[in-house]
């Protein structure tokens, strides 16, 4: 993010293309990622808002199913065993590193499923379907549903948008 503006713009972006998932993207790419996200006509700078919503559809996130009990006994949690799961499936070797490993995994699920969520490349989403444990795998989506007795449409995203929201800061 400019820390002056307090917007992202093209070079904040560029700089941190690698951490989004966004680095083999070209310079026309992203410039016309800004230009598509920008609902509020200040050309060439994206709000907040406008890069959640904008990073939510350009991204390749995916909702990973994992069977807990083919977690090694090495792992103190779930969370270390996506984390080293997603380390072990990068792309690059610049990607083996811890930071950007956790930056991949967007939130991980224990609940109602177990797994994770995590931006992934298709040939990381095809090395993590030969990983210990992997059960299923689904493109994560923005879903819109048009609310009976009004005259609006609401857009509700299926997984939490605060970790987006966190790297526009970064940005």
């Not at 790419?29 to 559809?57: P, W």
Request: overall charge negative; proline content about 1%; charged content about 20%.
């Amino acid at each position: 993010m400019d820390s002056d503006k307090g917007v992202i713009t093209f070079e904040s972006l560029k700089k941190n293309s690698a951490l989004l998932g966004l680095q083999e993207w070209s310079d026309n790419d992203l410039y016309g990622m800004l230009k598509e996200g920008d609902f509020d006509g200040d050309i060439g700078a994206l709000n907040q808002m406008e890069f959640c919503v904008l990073i939510l559809t350009e991204s390749n996130t995916y909702i990973v199913h994992m069977d807990l009990s083919a977690m090694p006994k090495a792992f103190s949690s779930h969370h270390s065993w996506y984390l080293a799961t997603l380390s072990s499936i990068s792309d690059t070797i610049h990607d083996r590193s811890d930071s950007l490993s956790s930056s991949k995994l967007v939130y991980a699920y224990s609940n109602a499923i177990n797994g994770f969520s995590a931006v992934l490349s298709s040939s990381e989403l095809k090395a993590i379907k030969n990983s210990p444990g992997y059960l299923s795998s689904i493109k994560d989506m923005i879903k819109s549903t048009q609310l009976t007795r009004t005259n609006f449409s609401v857009s509700i995203t299926i997984m939490g948008h605060r970790r987006f929201q966190t790297m526009a800061r970064m940005l």
